[in-house]
């Protein structure tokens, strides 16, 4: 086995140290792996600048990869050579400039939602995409979920350890309540609300709901992706982009057309900037006759009377 070179092992501790999610901690470690590959030695930190801004214009230049692809790349370098290696002199991040498209997110109706869910076979992915659109969630913040997280007095869910390493609180409808408390005890798994059930869980417990009880891990999101998959194609809806994700795009552009501010939305979707909020205001079925009822509502309330001459 290859040892690993002193200053990406110490990289892995530094950003350890900053308890950032452990996705992005092996994308960051991927990228300097792969920088050093490409440059043709042992460990990233052999190379300069003008090797880097090579690698980082082949990546835009040749594969094609999005902004927020490249966007990652270059933290994860930027990360790596100043604030780990201390080559705070480097000025080649200055002259980096990435565009980063902003794809029109794919928003279902309240009556598609609502077809989509009862497509879905298992009652396990039923459960956790009825989460993910009550309460926006993302993929892999419902996938962790804990039980402890729910808290049924105050009436909301904390999501622990979100992107960014983030903590919010969402609220829960008491309805969803019942059914989230229904399903757990379905398998009364100690620590998640969708436990994983694990390869050979056949052969280990026969049952199902056994199997969920035991289980050490939470659910597995690329089989809940699959599950989103097969009931795209049994709920015949030919809406393009249709996927996880579009559960919490479906959700902002509700509520917001429920009347919620985007201030709050913002707080319950997680977002760091009310500018990434605010896309959701051009996606709204609001309809004129909503509108022109507002209208009549304001005029009437705080426009006087006309004097009569």
Known sequence: MTPIPESLSTFIRFIQLKSLRKRTEEEYVRWVVRLARHGGVACASLLGQEEVL???????????????????????????????????????????????????????SRGEVRTLLGSVK???????????????????????????HLDGARGVLRVVNGKGGKNREVPVAPEMFARLRRWWKRHRNPRY???????????????RLVAMREARHPMNESGVQQAMKAAVLTSGLKKAGICCHALRHSYA???LEEGVSVRQLQSYLGHSSIEVTA??????????????????????????????H
């Open 54 to 108: 090579g690698f980082l214009h082949g990546l835009q230049q040749n594969h094609g990869y999005e902004g927020s692809t490249l966007n990652q790349a270059v933290c994860a370098l930027r990360l790596f050579f100043r604030d780990h290696l201390g080559r705070a002199d480097w000025t080649c991040w200055a002259q980096i400039r990435i565009k980063r498209s902003v794809p029109i997110p794919t928003v279902l």
């Open 122 to 148: 298992e009652a396990r992915f039923v459960a956790v995409f009825s989460l993910m659109v009550h309460c926006g969630l993302r993929l892999g913040e419902a996938c962790r979920m804990e039980v402890t």
């Open 193 to 207: 609300l969708f436990p994983g059930l694990g390869s050979g869980w056949k052969d280990k417990f026969g049952c």
């Open 253 to 255: 552009t509700h509520l």
């Open 279 to 308: 896309k959701y205001l051009h996606l709204t079925t609001v309809s004129e006759t909503k509108v022109q009822e507002a209208l009549r509502r304001l005029y009437a309330q705080v426009i006087p009377p006309a004097a009569e």
